[in-house]
C-alpha cells in the first residue's frame, strides 16, 4: 500500500493536546497517537519543540529550594509517585515517518504484539487490531475501512482521536487523509465513509466505547470490541 513520505496535512492538533504532551501529561494511549501524529507532521514537531523550549526556560529559571527539609519532603513525595507508579507511559519518539504505513513509535507497538494482524468486524470487510498498552484508561486500535464503505452512524460516550495512516475518509465536517487528525466527543454525531479507491486505515484512540444509533449494532459491540 503506497504511502508519501510528506503528506499535506489540513487537520493538526490542538494546542492543549501538544502542550500536555510536550509537559509529559498525557496516558500512554493519547501520548502514541500524538508521537505518530508528530511523525508525519513537520508542523506539529516544531509546536512541540516550542513549548519544550518554553518548558525548559522556565525550569532553568526556577529558584532552588534552599530549605532541606523541603527538598527532602519533594523528594520523598517523588519517590512515592514513582513506587505507586502514578506517572503515565510517556512516549516520546517522533523522527519524521519517511515512506512506511506505520511510522514510529506505533510500528514498535505493532511489532512487540507481533505484527499487524487483523480481526474482522462483520461482514463487510472491516476489521481492527487492539494495540497493546499498560494504559487502562485508554484503548488503541488500527481500523482497516474497506473503500467506498462507510462506518455505521455514531456518536461518542467520551472522546476519540482518529489519525488516517492510509487512504482517505470523509463525514459532513472534512476529508481527512494521511497525516489528518480528527478529534470527536459526545456533541459530534457522524458517519465516516472511507474514500474510493483505496482502503482506509487508521490510528483510532478513545476513552469510552462508541455509541451507535443502530440498536442491532449496540447490542453486537461487546461480540465485536468496538
Known sequence: MGTTAEPIIRHHLEDEMLMLYAAGRLSEGWSVAVATHLALCPSCRGRVGVYEAIGGHFLDNEEPIEDDDAVAESWSRLKSRIENEEFPNVVTLRRPAGDRLLPQPLRSY???AGGLKWKTLGTGGA???IVPTE???????LLRIPAGLPVPEHTHRGDELTLVLAGSFS???ATFRRGDVEMA???????????????CICLAVTDA??????????????LLGI
Open 110 to 112: 505493532v511489532d512487540r
Open 127 to 129: 476489521a481492527q487490531m
Open 171 to 173: 463525514d459532513q465536517f
Open 135 to 141: 494504559d487502562k484508561s485508554t484503548t488503541v486500535r
Open 185 to 199: 466527543d459526545p456533541d459530534v454525531l457522524h458517519t465516516p465513509r472511507a474514500g474510493h479507491g483505496q482502503d
Open 209 to 222: 466505547p462508541l455509541k451507535f444509533s443502530s440498536r442491532l449494532l449496540r447490542l453486537l459491540q461487546p
